[in-house]
């Protein structure tokens, strides 16, 4: 699996950042892209390539929990994974 390019940014390129970050809205040059309509964007979906970056940790986790999820089948960490965000986003959103 290829890592993020983690070679830092040249002075020229930072300075090229800065600028197109200081640009106004209103100097975008869109002509070379092509219009969309409301139509294209209530079917658009959001997110859709998006994956998180993985961290590996060691965790320790009660013995017969682990394995009630690995007797469910394959993918187990990935369920205790999407656990453990929804319940990060539930909270998330009670504050």
Known sequence: ????????????????????????????????????SEEQWREAKQALFYRPVKQQLALRIDADVVNWFKSQGSGYQARINELLRQAMIKEINQE
Do not use: G
């Open 1 to 36: 699996m290829n890592k993020a390019n983690n070679t830092p940014l040249t002075k020229q390129q930072l300075a090229a950042l800065a600028h197109l970050e200081a640009m106004p809205d209103e100097q975008i040059d869109y002509s070379d892209i092509a219009a969309t």
